[in-house]
Each structure stands twice: as structure tokens, then as C-alpha cells.
């Protein structure tokens, strides 16, 4: 957000603290952070190899192409019933006012699926064989697209997402055993899967104890539970619903430390800290049972120390937590640089499971990770090593790889600084809009019911919405050249004016005084499309008073009138252009339209009558590549607009 200069937004500020009034920020985030997704294979799952067999000879000498449908289901790979992860890789800002959208890039990170059936192979017609298909993702080509997000509402949304899918088969056949491996990012003999699908729901919180997914983000899902997706190709489709672990489970929270383990570190354990969100009794745990059971969807058999083991409140939420150990070393034989998914489970004393995960960013020994500070902060510790080898051996060569991987340090450091700042800016700016917001509903009402005080109230709600244009920063108004803002009663049904009235009666229009009157009132969103319409006024008006360069500037009336119809479109092309923006209705949005129509009609040419037979300007009815102004009934006067007045830079000048 751009910072805000006029001393109009602190004084609103000042006035709501002074006002004594506080809002609570409604709940769930706005941003939903990168994280994992996990899923589950139902029907309808299935390949066709109709459009790109597999080619002769593949099986063996004189086997024929294989061209059927395969049916596929999942095979579990943990956590839970998860047979496919997609990780999404950063995260998505989805500030108000929604609908909000961003699209960020996703990876199929793991796929774990089986025939249901043997396909049958024949060579040359004869001798068929049955062969079992294992699918996995592409091990020499990563499976990529994108996923926007959009937020509807403070509960969550509905996404739309592309994946290129780069299979990896294993064909087993079933009479010997035989394997014959396909991976098609590494042997291109069959093309991607480009996967797409949209409209798929997603919401904030989990509707199930046991379903598996990222913390602020749970894609398949309404509030109701989970929503079958099918992501469709020409010639595939894959049916998923989310993962979970076994009903009947406990669904436990799980928190590592180290949140970021170093392979370089020596230490002698990994922390981890279990909670029941249900009312089950911490103390019931069976410590012997707790284990490292999933790493990244691949089997890890880590059990936990014996030895030490406490229960306390260790995040200060109100509810015990057990601590756990485990070996350090054999985590770090089970991991590689990057981010890892942890799953941990354990039992009751009484047979009990539960089941959690958590993430962990493991560090390697120099710097790879650009957007990681903590990895950065591995490489310096990497480069004081080096530097300390450098004094003892003099070599100069070592000084200056120090030197470099420092700066690389640095310039990361002030990147990640520049991150931070940008997202406590949009954090307050969410939360100062979301106030704005809330104190209009009650103000709103009680302009209604408090005919007496309409004028006062009036005036703080157009404050209000003032600050919320501040925020949403709209690039043709420079709040600068606003003068006053006031509500006024005895304006007409436009319900705007700025800045043609003489008010103080001194001989000349009133620059940048803004008013709004009672027709403006008649929903929020009007009220916000009017106060920008006026205030792109001021601003027309205050550039060509400064002499600045704006596009469009105030354009003095012509015998015609069409500087000020020039004005009032510019105006309303804004409000049109950012309808969405700003919640117009469609019936709002199409009265602006007649509104713009109208002033367009009303152009006309200097030496004649209106445009009554709404003949506009932006015609060629002759054919000649001329724009025709014909409203004087001369069908030879070809002249565009800006040379019938040259003076006139706005507008019509820059959009011909």
C-alpha cells in the first residue's frame, strides 16, 4: 500500500479511538500460508490410452501397442489414507473486500495409485499376458501448474487449479514377476496429464476431526464435510476427496522443535510436543508406542526415547501437553534438504490410536534455500568456517568466497526484512478496513431511525468510506487536491457535486469542495462509487489548477459544453472500470452506464445543435478511417475530435 499523505486519514483514525468505539476483526485469516494437501483416490479414476498408446515392442519384441482404459484406486502412503500430496509453494494474500483471488504455484509431490484390474498384452495378436500397473509422480521431472484461491468470505472459497502430471509406471507381470519401469519425465514416449479443475470449495477450518490438511486451508471441503473433485483431462480423470486418518483415532497437534533442523547440527534430540484437542486425558498416552511413522508420504520407523518424558502446558493454551524425545541423528538419516512432513503416532494405554503431523524446513549444510532466512543463517555459519580456514592458510581464494556468501547473506536477510514489512502492512491495513467496515453497519442503521441526527451521521459515514477508498488506494485520485468533504442535503438526485458551485460567493468554483448528497445514500456501494466519481473531480480540477500532467485534466467548457462532458466521462469510466471493486449491483452498474451515455450523446460540434439523433463522435459512417462529427448535418466534416479542439489533452485524446 502506498503511504497515505494527507492528514485526513489520521484524523479519522483519531476520531474512531476518541469516539471510544473498538471492533473485533472478524475470525479467520485472510491469507492462506503455502503448505500440503492430502488426498485420498475414489471413483472415477482412470486412464485412456485410446489418444497416446504405449508403443509397440514396449513389453517386448512384437508386443502390440496398448491402447485400453485402465481403472486406477489409491494405495495408501500415509499419513492416513493419503495416496497423493500436491504442496502449494507460497502462500496467498486475500485481502478484503471479496471476492478475493491470487494464484500461486503447486507441485504433485507424491501419487500412490494400482490397476484394479491387469491390463492384457498381446504380441502380434497372440500370446496375451497380464500385467498389474503401479503409478507414481515423475522422479526426473517435476509435475507443476498453478492454483488460484479465491476467498469469498472470511470462511473460505472456492479454487480453480492446472497440473501437468508426469507419471512414473511399473508394469508387474503376473505370471513371473517381471518389472518394466516407465518414468514419462525421463523417457518422453508418452506425453503429461494436464489436469484442471474448478470450482472446488474450500474452507478455513476443518469440518472433521480426522480429515488431514494444512493449518487455514482445507480444499475439498464445505462446512458440511467432504466434496468429491474430479480433476478431468481429454483422456483421464482423477477423483480425490480429502485424506484422514482412522475414525475412531485421535486427532492430535503435533509441534516439532526444532522448527528448522540443521543436517550440520550435532545435538542430541528432536522435541516434540503432543496435544488432544478432544477431551482425552494426555496422561493416557502409552509413550512406548509413539513413533515417527511418515515422512513425506515415505514409511519411517522412529520411536521415541523412553527417557526423558514430561507433561506440562508448554504453549500456555490451557491444555497439557506431552513431551517427547527423539533420537536427532535418526531423523536426519530420514530426511533431505527441503521442507518435510512429519507425521507421529501413538496409542492410549487402552489400544487407543492417535495420529498427527506437523513441518519441519531441514537446512543443509550451505545455502540453497534463497527464500529461507534460517538457511541463509546456516550459510553464515558456513562461511565463518571457511573464513577462519582462510587466516590459518592464507589463501585468498577462500577470503573471497567468505566475502560473497556474506553479501548473499545479507541481500537475503533484507529480502525476507522487505517480506516481513510488506505483510505487517497488509495485516493492519486488513485490519483497519474491516474496522472501517463494521462501524458503517451500525451508523447505517442508525441514520435511519434517527431522522434528527441524519446530518452528522451522514458525515461520519462518508469519512468512513473516504478512509476505506484510502486503503483500496485507487490509482486516478490524488486525495490531495480535495479541499472539504461535507453532506448536503439539498443536493439532487445525481447526489454529488465538486467542484462547480461558488459557495463562498467570492466569483469562482470552489476547488476540490466535495458533496454528497441524500440520493448517494442509497446502498453502501453507491455511496462508495459516488465519493470516488466526485473525488476523481477534485482531482481533474486540482492538476489543472497545479498544472500537473494527470491524464485528463479539468477541461475548460467549450461554447458546447464538451470539456465538462469530458470530465464527467472520465469519472465515470473509473467507477465503471472498478465495479466489482467497489460491490456495485448490477442494476448500480448499469445506471452508471446510462449515466456515461448519456454525457457521451450530449457531445456535440462547436458550430452545431446537439446530438439529438445520438450520432456520437466515435463513428465512421463513411468508411474513410475518419471519425465522423456530423451533428451539424455536414456529412464533409471528417475531423476527430482532438484537432476539431486541440487544446483538449484528456480523455479522448489518449483514447481514440
Same mark, same amino acid.
Given at each position: 500500500?502506498?503511504?497515505?499523505?494527507?492528514?485526513?486519514?489520521?484524523?479519522?483514525?483519531?476520531?474512531?479511538?476518541?469516539?471510544?468505539?473498538?471492533?473485533?476483526?472478524?475470525?479467520?485469516?485472510?491469507?492462506?500460508?503455502?503448505?500440503?494437501?492430502?488426498?485420498?483416490?475414489?471413483?472415477?479414476?482412470?486412464?485412456?490410452?485410446?489418444?497416446?498408446?504405449?508403443?509397440?515392442?514396449?513389453?517386448?519384441?512384437?508386443?502390440?501397442?496398448?491402447?485400453?482404459?485402465?481403472?486406477?484406486?489409491?494405495?495408501?502412503?500415509?499419513?492416513?489414507?493419503?495416496?497423493?500430496?500436491?504442496?502449494?509453494?507460497?502462500?496467498?494474500?486475500?485481502?478484503?473486500?471479496?471476492?478475493?483471488?491470487?494464484?500461486?504455484?503447486?507441485?504433485?509431490?507424491?501419487?500412490?495409485?494400482?490397476?484394479?484390474?491387469?491390463?492384457?498384452?498381446?504380441?502380434?495378436?497372440?500370446?496375451?499376458?497380464?500385467?498389474?500397473?503401479?503409478?507414481?509422480?515423475?522422479?526426473?521431472?517435476?509435475?507443476?501448474?498453478?492454483?488460484?484461491?479465491?476467498?469469498?468470505?472470511?470462511?473460505?472459497?472456492?479454487?480453480?487449479?492446472?497440473?501437468?502430471?508426469?507419471?512414473?509406471?511399473?508394469?508387474?507381470?503376473?505370471?513371473?514377476?517381471?518389472?518394466?519401469?516407465?518414468?514419462?519425465?525421463?523417457?518422453?514416449?508418452?506425453?503429461?496429464?494436464?489436469?484442471?479443475?474448478?470450482?472446488?470449495?474450500?474452507?478455513?477450518?476443518?469440518?472433521?476431526?480426522?480429515?488431514?490438511?494444512?493449518?487455514?486451508?482445507?480444499?475439498?471441503?464445505?462446512?458440511?464435510?467432504?466434496?468429491?473433485?474430479?480433476?478431468?483431462?481429454?483422456?483421464?480423470?482423477?477423483?480425490?476427496?480429502?485424506?484422514?486418518?482412522?475414525?475412531?483415532?485421535?486427532?492430535?497437534?503435533?509441534?516439532?522443535?526444532?522448527?528448522?533442523?540443521?543436517?550440520?547440527?550435532?545435538?542430541?534430540? =528432536? @522435541? /516434540?510436543?503432543? +496435544?488432544?484437542? #478432544?477431551?482425552?486425558?494426555?496422561?493416557?498416552? %502409552?509413550?512406548?508406542? $509413539? *513413533?515417527?511413522?511418515?515422512?513425506?508420504?515415505?514409511?519411517?520407523?522412529?520411536?521415541?526415547?523412553?527417557?526423558?518424558?514430561?507433561?506440562?502446558?508448554?504453549?500456555?493454551?490451557?491444555?497439557?501437553?506431552?513431551?517427547?524425545?527423539?533420537?536427532?541423528?535418526?531423523?536426519?538419516?530420514?530426511?533431505?534438504?527441503?521442507?518435510?512432513? =512429519? @507425521? /507421529?503416532?501413538? +496409542?492410549?494405554? #487402552?489400544?487407543?490410536?492417535?495420529?498427527?503431523? %506437523?513441518?519441519?524446513? $531441514? *537446512?543443509?549444510?550451505?545455502?540453497?534455500?534463497?527464500?529461507?532466512?534460517?538457511?541463509?543463517?546456516?550459510?553464515?555459519?558456513?562461511?565463518?568456517?571457511?573464513?577462519?580456514?582462510?587466516?590459518?592458510?592464507?589463501?585468498?581464494?577462500?577470503?573471497?568466497?567468505?566475502?560473497?556468501?556474506?553479501?548473499?547473506?545479507?541481500?537475503?536477510?533484507?529480502?525476507?526484512?522487505?517480506?516481513?514489512?510488506?505483510?505487517?502492512?497488509?495485516?493492519?491495513? %486488513?485490519?483497519?478496513?474491516?474496522?472501517?467496515?463494521?462501524?458503517?453497519?451500525?451508523?447505517?442503521?442508525?441514520?435511519?431511525?434517527?431522522?434528527?441526527?441524519?446530518?452528522?451521521?451522514?458525515?461520519?459515514?462518508?469519512?468512513?468510506?473516504?478512509?476505506?477508498?484510502?486503503?483500496?488506494?485507487?490509482?486516478?485520485?490524488?486525495?490531495?487536491?480535495?479541499?472539504?468533504?461535507?453532506?448536503?442535503?439539498?443536493?439532487?438526485?445525481?447526489?454529488?457535486?465538486?467542484?462547480?458551485? %461558488?459557495?463562498?460567493?467570492?466569483?469562482?468554483?470552489?476547488?476540490?469542495?466535495?458533496?454528497?448528497?441524500?440520493?448517494?445514500?442509497?446502498?453502501?456501494?453507491?455511496?462508495?462509487?459516488?465519493?470516488?466519481?466526485?473525488?476523481?473531480?477534485?482531482?481533474?480540477?486540482?492538476?489543472?489548477?497545479?498544472?500537473?500532467?494527470?491524464?485528463?485534466?479539468?477541461?475548460?467548457?467549450?461554447?458546447?459544453?464538451?470539456?465538462?462532458?469530458?470530465?464527467?466521462?472520465?469519472?465515470?469510466?473509473?467507477?465503471?472500470?472498478?465495479?466489482?471493486?467497489?460491490?456495485?449491483?448490477?442494476?448500480?452498474?448499469?445506471?452508471?452506464?446510462?449515466?456515461?451515455?448519456?454525457?457521451?450523446?450530449?457531445?456535440?460540434?462547436?458550430?452545431?445543435?446537439?446530438?439529438?439523433?445520438?450520432?456520437?463522435?466515435?463513428?465512421?459512417?463513411?468508411?474513410?478511417?475518419?471519425?465522423?462529427?456530423?451533428?451539424?448535418?455536414?456529412?464533409?466534416?471528417?475531423?476527430?475530435?482532438?484537432?476539431?479542439?486541440?487544446?483538449?489533452?484528456?480523455?479522448?485524446?489518449?483514447?481514440?
Amino acid at each position: 500500500m502506498r503511504k497515505i499523505r494527507k492528514i485526513s486519514v489520521l484524523a479519522v483514525v483519531v476520531m474512531l479511538v476518541t469516539m471510544g468505539l473498538s471492533m473485533v476483526i472478524p475470525a479467520g485469516a485472510q491469507n492462506v500460508p503455502a503448505g500440503f494437501d492430502y488426498f485420498t483416490t475414489v471413483t472415477p479414476t482412470y486412464q485412456d490410452f485410446g489418444g497416446t498408446p504405449i508403443p509397440a515392442d514396449f513389453f517386448g519384441p512384437g508386443s502390440d501397442p496398448f491402447d485400453g482404459i485402465v481403472y486406477y484406486q489409491g494405495v495408501s502412503i500415509g499419513p492416513g489414507d493419503t495416496d497423493t500430496i500436491v504442496e502449494r509453494k507460497s502462500d496467498a494474500d486475500l485481502p478484503p473486500p471479496f471476492p478475493s483471488s491470487e494464484t500461486v504455484p503447486i507441485e504433485l509431490v507424491a501419487l500412490s495409485l494400482k490397476s484394479e484390474a491387469p491390463i492384457t498384452i498381446t504380441y502380434n495378436g497372440l500370446n496375451p499376458e497380464l500385467w498389474d500397473i503401479d503409478v507414481a509422480v515423475s522422479a526426473a521431472t517435476p509435475s507443476e501448474g498453478t492454483m488460484t484461491i479465491t476467498r469469498t468470505d472470511t470462511n473460505g472459497g472456492t479454487l480453480d487449479s492446472t497440473l501437468n502430471v508426469y507419471p512414473a509406471f511399473t508394469f508387474t507381470r503376473i505370471s513371473d514377476g517381471a518389472v518394466l519401469y516407465l518414468d514419462t519425465g525421463e523417457i518422453p514416449i508418452l506425453p503429461p496429464i494436464p489436469f484442471t479443475a474448478s470450482g472446488v470449495p474450500w474452507v478455513d477450518t476443518s469440518p472433521d476431526p480426522y480429515i488431514i490438511g494444512s493449518p487455514g486451508f482445507y480444499p475439498s471441503c464445505d462446512e458440511n464435510g467432504k466434496v468429491l473433485t474430479i480433476a478431468q483431462s481429454d483422456y483421464a480423470a482423477h477423483g480425490i476427496l480429502p485424506a484422514q486418518y482412522e475414525e475412531g483415532g485421535i486427532k492430535a497437534t503435533i509441534d516439532i522443535n526444532p522448527d528448522t533442523l540443521s543436517l550440520k547440527s550435532r545435538g542430541k534430540f =528432536i @522435541t /516434540v510436543y503432543v +496435544e488432544f484437542e #478432544d477431551s482425552y486425558d494426555i496422561s493416557d498416552v %502409552d509413550v512406548s508406542t $509413539v *513413533a515417527i511413522f511418515d515422512i513425506n508420504g515415505h514409511p519411517a520407523d522412529i520411536s521415541a526415547e523412553s527417557q526423558p518424558t514430561e507433561i506440562d502446558d508448554y504453549d500456555s493454551d490451557g491444555i497439557s501437553d506431552l513431551m517427547v524425545k527423539f533420537d536427532r541423528s535418526d531423523v536426519q538419516d530420514s530426511v533431505d534438504p527441503g521442507y518435510a512432513i =512429519i @507425521t /507421529v503416532s501413538g +496409542e492410549l494405554v #487402552d489400544g487407543t490410536p492417535f495420529y498427527g503431523l %506437523d513441518y519441519i524446513l $531441514v *537446512a543443509p549444510d550451505v545455502i540453497r534455500n534463497k527464500d529461507a532466512i534460517v538457511t541463509s543463517l546456516q550459510g553464515v555459519e558456513y562461511a565463518i568456517d571457511l573464513l577462519e580456514r582462510a587466516l590459518l592458510m592464507g589463501l585468498s581464494d577462500l577470503v573471497d568466497k567468505v566475502l560473497d556468501l556474506i553479501h548473499h547473506f545479507i541481500e537475503m536477510a533484507l529480502d525476507a526484512l522487505e517480506r516481513l514489512i510488506k505483510h505487517i502492512t497488509q495485516y493492519i491495513k %486488513d485490519a483497519l478496513y474491516n474496522i472501517a467496515e463494521n462501524l458503517i453497519i451500525p451508523l447505517w442503521a442508525l441514520a435511519d431511525s434517527s431522522p434528527g441526527y441524519q446530518n452528522i451521521i451522514y458525515n461520519m459515514i462518508l469519512f468512513l468510506k473516504l478512509f476505506l477508498l484510502m486503503l483500496l488506494d485507487p490509482p486516478e485520485i490524488d486525495f490531495g487536491c480535495m479541499n472539504s468533504l461535507g453532506y448536503d442535503p439539498g443536493l439532487g438526485p445525481h447526489g454529488g457535486e465538486t467542484p462547480g458551485a %461558488d459557495r463562498n460567493g467570492d466569483g469562482t468554483p470552489d476547488s476540490g469542495d466535495v458533496r454528497i448528497g441524500p440520493s448517494a445514500f442509497y446502498s453502501e456501494a453507491w455511496l462508495l462509487s459516488m465519493l470516488k466519481h466526485e473525488l476523481i473531480h477534485a482531482t481533474q480540477w486540482g492538476h489543472e489548477r497545479m498544472g500537473g500532467s494527470y491524464l485528463g485534466p479539468w477541461n475548460p467548457g467549450h461554447p458546447d459544453t464538451n470539456g465538462d462532458e469530458i470530465n464527467e466521462l472520465e469519472a465515470t469510466d473509473a467507477v465503471i472500470r472498478e465495479a466489482a471493486e467497489l460491490g456495485l449491483s448490477a442494476a448500480e452498474l448499469q445506471a452508471w452506464r446510462d449515466y456515461r451515455n448519456q454525457h457521451f450523446n450530449g457531445m456535440t460540434d462547436e458550430s452545431g445543435p446537439e446530438n439529438t439523433a445520438d450520432q456520437d463522435r466515435m463513428t465512421d459512417a463513411d468508411g474513410n478511417g475518419v471519425l465522423d462529427v456530423n451533428e451539424d448535418g455536414d456529412p464533409n466534416n471528417d475531423t476527430d475530435y482532438t484537432s476539431d479542439h486541440p487544446a483538449d489533452t484528456g480523455y479522448w485524446a489518449t483514447h481514440p
